[in-house]
């Protein structure tokens, strides 16, 4: 079964420490794409970072950084000096290489807050 | 490049009424469309996916004849709740996915429609 899991449905951070966003994922596929979405209060899905199955590097954009430990099947979200505009809900997602639609599949979502 | 636009953003009716929402890519062909459903603090649940002038493929559990859903060009994809209920109150957002998108952002979505039902 293709699945998606976030256990945090609540994190805190301090203004300016980094947070880790925990994703783990269940597959069969050998080739799978992950991604994170940032959602704010105002509903806009605002991507940030993408990890393909077979890159041997960990993929980052900025202060965004992405985890990926394949044996484990884990893709946490590591987001470095955190803003106050960090402050949203944050989606992992998967689309699996057996797909020929790209849908993707999401995880339960992470919200963060960040304390000035 | 690559913007989803949706309308409208917010709608408001009365039970058993319909409602229809529009996804459009503004500056892309989009060859694919799917339609999400969002529940308050919720993920987004997959409903459908259309393929541009073919009938759309629903997720298990999805009503087809209460989500009616359109992709009659490669701009536009339709999403009509038929027969609305106060349950069907909720977020939807739609993404689509374009031709020759490289294979780490394929998905572009909508800033989403609102729908209370009341």
């Known amino acids: 079964a293709q699945k998606i899991t976030q256990t945090q449905p609540g994190m805190f951070v301090q203004e300016k420490e980094a947070v880790t966003l925990d994703c783990t994922y269940d597959?069969?596929?050998?080739?799978?794409?992950l991604f994170w979405y940032k959602q704010p209060s105002s509903g806009e899905m605002i991507f940030l970072i993408y990890?393909?199955?077979?890159?041997?590097q960990n993929a980052t954009e900025g202060r965004y950084s992405l985890n990926f430990q394949k044996a484990r099947k884990s893709a946490n979200l590591v987001i470095s000096a955190s803003q106050l505009g960090d402050s949203a809900m944050y989606f992992c997602?998967?689309?699996?290489?057996?797909?020929?639609?790209?849908?993707?599949?999401f995880g339960q979502g992470t919200t963060l807050q960040v304390k000035p | 490049g690559a913007v989803v636009s949706q309308h409208p953003s917010w709608v408001i009716c009365k039970s058993g009424t319909s409602v229809k929402i529009e996804c459009r890519s503004l500056?892309?062909?989009?060859?694919?469309m799917f339609w999400y459903r969002q529940f308050p603090k919720q993920s987004l649940m997959l409903m459908a996916t259309s393929n541009e002038g073919s009938k759309a493929t629903y997720e298990q559990g999805v009503e087809k004849d209460k989500f009616l859903i359109n992709h009659a060009s490669l701009t536009l994809s339709t999403l009509t709740v038929t027969s609305a209920h106060p349950e069907d109150s909720s977020f939807y957002i739609c993404s689509a996915r374009g031709i020759s998108f490289p294979e780490n952002n394929e998905q572009f979505f909508g800033p989403g429609t609102r729908l209370t039902v009341l």
């Open positions: 990890q393909g199955s077979y890159d041997e």
């Open positions: 597959t069969s596929d050998q080739s799978y794409g």
């Open positions: 500056d892309f062909q989009a060859t694919t």
């Open positions: 997602a998967m689309r699996p290489g057996s797909s020929n639609t790209g849908k993707l599949i």
